[in-house]
Structure formats: C-alpha cells, structure tokens
Nanobody
Framework: QMQLVESGGGLVQPGGSLTLSCATR????????MGWYRQPPGKERELVAT???????NYADSVKGRFTISGDVSRNTVDLQMNNLKPEDTAVYYC??????????WGQGTQVTVSS
C-alpha cells in the first residue's frame, strides 16, 4: 500500500525559513493533485497549498507571497518552501495526494514550530 512520507519540519525563529518535502513509498497511486494542509493547535485542519498535475497552484490567503509549492505530481513528489514564517504558522503539516477518482491519501504529518 502506498504511503506519503513527509520530511523537513522543525523549530524555526520568526522570519525564518523551512522546506517541507513529500514523496510516496510503495504501492501505486496516480494523483490528480498533491498539496499541503496544516492543523494548528486546537484548530481544524486547513488547506495551505495545492499543485495539480497540470501545474496549477492554489494557496491559502494567509500564506500567499510567503510559501511556494513545487514538485512533480506525475512522479508523486511535492515540496513546500516556507519563508518569513510567523508564530501563527505553527502547526502539524500534512502532505495530501488526491486521485482522479477523488480518493485522498494522507501523510502522518510533520511538526513545524515557529518560536523565538
């Protein structure tokens, strides 16, 4: 069974940068889109950014101009470059892959903490 594996989380000071990476392991899955979601402490999971197989991108308003999603959906890889991080970006970040049939696959999550 295919799994999504995230890497790159950690602790960073406000104004700093981090890059998250996601790749698949095992199985077969043909995504229509891949993306990143996050769940801040005590809040619901929310969309951060998505990338389609046609290279269309979508960002949450709160991260526009600071975060950049990139990758190759056809090869099941996606990265998230996060710049000018703020304390409110603190969350568990989840990689997501959506198939053409609407199935969703989730990674286990990686913690990002922005604090001085």
């Amino acid at each position: 069974q295919m799994q999504l594996v995230e890497s790159g989380g950690g602790l960073v000071q406000p104004g700093g940068s981090l890059t998250l990476s996601c790749a698949t392991r095992g199985g077969t899955f043909r995504p229509y889109a891949m993306g990143w979601y996050r769940q801040p402490p005590g809040k619901e999971r929310e969309l951060v950014a998505t990338l389609t197989a046609g290279d269309s991108t979508n960002y949450a308003d709160s991260v526009k101009g600071r975060f950049t999603i990139s990758g190759d959906v056809s090869r099941n890889t996606v990265d998230l470059q996060m710049n000018n991080l703020k304390p409110e970006d603190t969350a568990v970040y989840y990689c997501n892959a959506e198939s053409y049939g609407g199935l969703h696959l989730w990674g286990q999550g990686t913690q990002v903490t922005v604090s001085s």
